[in-house]
């Protein structure tokens, strides 16, 4: 076992030197030499001798640092006995206190060091798919399993959309997109930051072009054989949810292969992606598209357009709930169900309640499923594991006296990598089920 040496008692709390926190009062963050030394208190170490990159305030015992530091200053984290654990970037007012990066006590956190990972995620993503095209999209930069935790990096052609969702990353934003044009010399870059994360984070970037230009009007880009309109600016996620990419296809063909002809629907659709591959695949007759996004389905429009697909769509601005009970209601019924809903819980205080929504949710979907029919339902709640999610779905079967088949347990697209040390990074589970 790493790491885990003989602990001394605690020193009393009074005796503990007060944190220095002057949040500001350094002046901007930089990188290099560590300006401070975060302590653990006893026997908390062992998470990050394995490199699971989250120090939470509720581990620290003490901040001691010689001069001012602020959110993003460099600083090393020691066992409460003093022993180098590794260095990280500082939040001065996040309840994340402090982000890891590197485990070699002789590796500054410097300019160098990104760019480092940056070029490694970027030529891992060629390994796996070639070098870009102007269509292509894929994520070239995933946060932890990247090793750049809190940095997410969306190619859509020759357009990246970036993502901050740690403050002390964001601190140093000018130097990552530095970074991520000399490496990827792009046409624009775009900051986009997701609500919840940003004032999680306290994070005050601005939204929007940051380098280079905006993409054209229009603008589309590939997946699996199709152009897919997407809005940089204001869709969700960074544009398209890219993660389930492979996965649908895979629906697609399964759909194709046991419920030929099907009349599927596609709920929280966003702009169409599992129903119109589904229908593009020759699996579908007809798709029922559900959001409760009016821009999402605008795009949705243009994109079974495009396809050649709009006479076989119905496209649905509502919340999935109410849709659901109206259909029940209506007698109407499906050959196949995509669920795929947003994530429902954020905090581990609120994953049995998002259970029950799941649970809500999957039965309603397995009462207006045609016996035989496919089932496709996804969970990209990082809190709640795959087992979680599997035993939730037992119930559903169970209480809707549906047995189910699961034929694929599968997860996000392999240019959305996940840590081992960090169950939280496996977020995505999309399961492709049949049901009796
Ligand atoms: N399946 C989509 C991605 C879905 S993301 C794809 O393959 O691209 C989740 C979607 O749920 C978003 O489009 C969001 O607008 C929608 N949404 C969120 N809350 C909703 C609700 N209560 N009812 C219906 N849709 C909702």
Redesign the pocket.
């Known amino acids: 076992m790493i790491g885990e040496e003989p602990v001394p008692p605690p020193p009393p709390q009074a005796a503990a030197p007060a944190p220095r926190i002057a949040p500001g009062s350094g002046g901007p963050a930089t990188l290099g030499e560590p300006v401070a030394r975060v302590a653990l208190k006893p026997r908390r170490a062992q998470p990050f001798h394995f490199r699971h990159p989250w120090v939470f305030d509720g581990a620290v015992q003490r901040i001691e640092a010689s001069g001012d530091f602020t959110t993003g200053s460099v600083a090393d984290l020691i066992t409460d006995s003093g022993e180098w654990v590794a260095r990280g970037l500082l939040h001065t007012d996040a309840n994340l206190k402090l982000r890891l990066y590197s485990w070699d006590p002789d590796r500054p956190l410097d300019r160098g060091l990104f760019a480092e990972r940056i070029a490694s995620a970027a030529h891992l993503r060629t390994r796996l798919f070639g070098a870009p095209s102007a269509t292509d999209a894929r994520r070239e930069l995933f946060s932890e399993a990247d090793g750049l935790s809190g940095l997410t990096v969306d190619r859509y052609g020759e357009y990246l959309a970036v993502q901050f969702t740690a403050g002390p990353l964001a601190a140093h934003a000018e130097t990552v997109l530095d970074l991520l044009e000399a490496q990827f010399s792009p046409k624009g870059i775009l900051i986009r930051t997701e609500k919840g994360m940003g004032e999680a984070e306290a994070i005050h970037l601005n939204d929007g072009v940051v380098r280079g230009e905006a993409p054209p009007e229009g603008f589309a880009v590939e997946e699996n054989g199709l152009q897919w309109g997407v809005d940089l600016a204001v869709g969700?996620?960074t544009g398209?949810?890219l993660d389930?990419r492979d996965?649908?296809r895979a629906a697609a063909d399964l759909i194709a292969a046991a419920t030929p002809g099907a009349k599927v629907l596609?709920?929280?659709?966003?702009?169409?992606?599992?129903g119109l591959t589904a229908l593009a695949r020759g699996g579908a007759a007809s798709v029922r598209g559900?959001?409760?996004?009016e821009s999402?389905l605008a795009l949705a429009v243009m994109n079974a357009a495009r396809h050649g697909s709009a006479d076989a769509c119905t496209w649905t601005a509502?919340?999935?709930?109410?849709?659901l009970d109206e259909l029940k209601a209506s007698g109407e019924r499906f050959d196949a169900i995509?669920c795929?809903?947003?994530k429902m819980t954020r905090t581990r205080k609120s994953v049995e309640n998002a259970l029950r929504g799941y649970h809500q949710l999957n039965s309603s979907c397995l009462e207006l499923l045609n016996p035989g029919g496919v089932l496709v339902t996804?969970c990209?709640s990082g809190l709640i594991s795959r087992e979680k999610f599997g035993q939730m779905l037992a119930g559903v079967a169970a209480r809707v006296g549906r047995p189910l088949r699961i034929l694929e347990n599968r997860g996000a697209a392999p240019d959305h990598p996940t840590a081992p040390q960090i169950p939280e990074s496996e977020y995505l589970k999309c399961l492709l089920c049949v049901a009796d």
Do not use: E, I, W
């Not at 509502?318 to 849709?323: E, I, R, S, T």
């Open positions: 969700q996620k398209l949810f389930q996965n649908r596609d709920l929280f659709c966003y702009t169409g992606g599992f559900v959001d409760s996004s999402a509502g919340k999935a709930f109410q849709v995509v795929d809903p947003p996804c990209c």
